[in-house]
Structure formats: C-alpha cells, structure tokens
C-alpha cells in the first residue's frame, strides 16, 4: 500500500488527534470546553510556552539540549519589569530590548561552552541555569521583585487586537520568523544537516560552531522575551518563574514530532505539541492534579518519544 503520509507527518497528525480527543474529554466534563472563549484563552496560555519551544527546538534539532530556560525566563521577565524604574515609563518599552539581550548572553555563554570547549550542552546549560541564579538572587536578595509590568507587557500578553490575543499574535510572528530561517534559509539546511551528522557537516565547510552559538541565542532570546510576556500576563515577575516551563517546553518539542536525537522535525509539530501541553495542563488542573504528577508525566513522555525515534532510527538505519 502507497504511504500517503510520510512519517514524519505522523507525529504531527498523532499530536493534533490526542488534541481534539482531549478537548472531547474535557466536553464531557464541562461544555465550556468547547466554546470559543475557551480555546482563544488555551491559546493565550499556550503561546507563552509556545515561545519558549520555539527556540528549544532550534536546540533540539541539532542534537542538543538546553536546560538553562528556568532561570533565563526569570531574569528575562525581572529585567522587562525592572525597567520602568530604570528609564521612567515613558522609556519601559526597552525593558524587552533588555530582556532579550539578557537571554542572548546566556546562549552565547551556552553556545561557546558547547561549541568551542565542547562540553556536553546538558552539563554546561545547567551550570548557566545555575549561574543565572545567582545572578537573580543576587540582584533581588532572594526577595519577590517589587516592580509592577510595564504597560506595553500588559498591552503584549493580555489584550486582544480583534478579539484575537496579542500574545498569539506574537507567537505567529516568532514561529512565522524561524519557519522562514529552517525552511527558506541557508541557516535551516545548516542546522538540520548537523542535527543528522556534526562531523560530516563539518567536513562539508559548514561553520558548525556558528551555527550552534546562534541556535543557542535564539533559545536564550525567547525564553527571556517568554518571560517579559509572562510577566505582563501575571502583572509582574516572581523568583523562579520559569521553572514551570522547562520539561513542558521539552515535551511539546518532542511530542510534534521532532527527534531529540536532532535531525528531524517541524515547527507545526512543535505548535501541535505545545497545544496539546496546554490543553492536557488545563485537564489536570480541573482534575486538581499535583504539579509533582503533572512533571511525571511530562517525563513519561519524554522518555516513551525517545524510545520511539530510538527504534525508528534503528530500524532506518
């Protein structure tokens, strides 16, 4: 029989059908499931979260991993909120310009370590997550920043521009943005070639070590700018903020169908898994289910995909 689908469409399909099993579910439950106003709040809630998965899967795709979001999206939401007392109010728009420069710096640290000192992303990523830290509790004491969000945060994260939440319109525009640089790109050959073979990529004149800095800084950018939306979505920043976002991220990653071993995958997949984050997320919570379950979860799943591309790159090969 003629496969109509290639197989890195099932995924994807297998992503969007658990979805609308999901949303069924959750009807028989509350007929609220299926309004409208449902699904464009699940959207809002999602896009935060679909920002962060948008640049850990740059990271994935190549074959590495990034575990310093937590903290990146803490100081990424501290450093947006902190700037209308910095400049004024009139001058808190730069507090995003702030942020992402803060995310940017952290990836390049992370894609340095991983490129040039060639220590494993997991083990140098978590040391940044770490430094970070520090960073935040240093500048805050250890204390809950006083600083309110900014009004152009609010504007970002929690209104609508015809009825439509701005925070999912940025999301198009960032995940519009890296469709455009994986599939129209030099850069998105680079990266799906190394993801499959580092060496070989290498070998065939790719700057390697460019490509890794900069996928790195496109993770660390939107996990800071994450965190200034979710900021603005709260009404200010919180000690640890991004905590919630790590596992999650890595989950909606890999449930779309991108391959953690790199490679392999798409960003529809990407935005199918972290629909169906947010929707399975907003079950457990109606099912007053702890946030301990919860990450259990996240890591089963993890844990099952990886077996499963384990296996279907086995028997490729």
Same mark, same amino acid.
């Given at each position: 029989?003629?496969?109509?689908?290639?197989?890195?469409?099932?995924?994807?399909?297998?992503?969007?059908?658990?979805?609308?099993?999901?949303?069924?579910?959750?009807?028989?439950?509350?007929?609220?499931?299926?309004?409208?106003?449902?699904?464009?709040?699940?959207?809002?809630?999602? @896009?935060?979260?679909?920002?962060?998965?948008?640049?850990?899967?740059?990271?994935?795709?190549?074959?590495?991993?990034?575990?310093?979001?937590?903290?990146?999206?803490?100081?990424?939401?501290?450093?947006?909120?902190?700037?209308?007392?910095?400049?004024?109010?009139?001058?808190?728009?730069?507090?995003?310009?702030?942020?992402?420069?803060?995310?940017?710096?952290?990836?390049?640290?992370?894609?340095?370590?991983?490129?040039?000192?060639?220590?494993?992303?997991?083990?140098?990523?978590?040391?940044?997550?770490?430094?970070?830290?520090?960073?935040?509790?240093?500048?805050?004491?250890?204390?809950?920043?006083?600083?309110?969000?900014?009004?152009?945060?609010?504007?970002?994260?929690?209104?609508?521009?015809?009825?439509?939440?701005?925070?999912?319109?940025?999301?198009?525009?960032?995940?519009?943005?890296?469709?455009?640089?994986?599939?129209?790109?030099?850069?998105?050959?680079?990266?799906?070639?190394?993801?499959?073979?580092?060496?070989?990529?290498?070998?065939?004149?790719?700057?390697?070590?460019?490509?890794?800095?900069?996928?790195?800084?496109? @993770?660390?950018?939107?996990?800071?700018?994450?965190?200034?939306?979710?900021?603005?979505?709260?009404?200010?920043?919180?000690?640890?903020?991004?905590?919630?976002?790590?596992?999650?991220?890595?989950?909606?990653?890999?449930?779309?169908?991108?391959?953690?071993?790199?490679?392999?995958?798409?960003?529809?997949?990407?935005?199918?898994?972290?629909?169906?984050?947010?929707?399975?997320?907003?079950?457990?919570?109606?099912?007053?289910?702890?946030?301990?379950?919860?990450?259990?979860?996240?890591?089963?799943?993890?844990?099952?995909?990886?077996?499963?591309?384990?296996?279907?790159?086995?028997?490729?090969?």
């Amino acid at each position: 029989m003629t496969r109509v689908l290639r197989s890195v469409d099932r995924p994807v399909l297998m992503a969007f059908g658990f979805i609308a099993v999901l949303i069924a579910l959750g009807a028989l439950y509350n007929r609220q499931f299926l309004s409208a106003v449902y699904l464009l709040q699940q959207l809002q809630v999602a @896009s935060f979260l679909g920002i962060v998965a948008t640049g850990v899967m740059i990271v994935i795709l190549l074959g590495q991993i990034d575990l310093s979001i937590p903290w990146v999206v803490t100081i990424g939401g501290i450093t947006a909120t902190a700037a209308a007392g910095w400049w004024g109010e009139s001058w808190s728009w730069l507090g995003l310009l702030v942020a992402l420069a803060c995310g940017g710096v952290v990836g390049v640290a992370n894609g340095l370590g991983v490129a040039f000192l060639r220590i494993p992303s997991m083990v140098f990523t978590l040391g940044m997550n770490a430094v970070v830290q520090g960073i935040v509790v240093m500048y805050t004491g250890g204390n809950a920043p006083a600083d309110r969000a900014t009004p152009i945060l609010q504007w970002l994260a929690v209104r609508n521009t015809f009825n439509v939440p701005n925070a999912v319109i940025v999301w198009a525009i960032v995940g519009g943005l890296v469709v455009i640089a994986l599939r129209r790109r030099p850069f998105g050959r680079y990266v799906y070639a190394i993801g499959n073979s580092e060496r070989v990529s290498y070998l065939s004149g790719i700057n390697t070590r460019a490509i890794l800095i900069v996928a790195f800084v496109a @993770s660390g950018a939107c996990s800071a700018f994450a965190g200034a939306l979710l900021a603005g979505y709260a009404g200010k920043a919180y000690q640890a903020m991004g905590d919630p976002y790590l596992l999650p991220a890595i989950a909606a990653v890999v449930l779309g169908g991108t391959s953690i071993l790199g490679g392999r995958g798409s960003y529809l997949g990407t935005v199918a898994g972290v629909i169906l984050i947010t929707v399975l997320e907003s079950i457990l919570s109606v099912m007053q289910i702890s946030e301990s379950v919860r990450q259990m979860i996240y890591g089963t799943m993890i844990i099952a995909m990886m077996l499963v591309y384990g296996r279907a790159q086995k028997s490729e090969s």
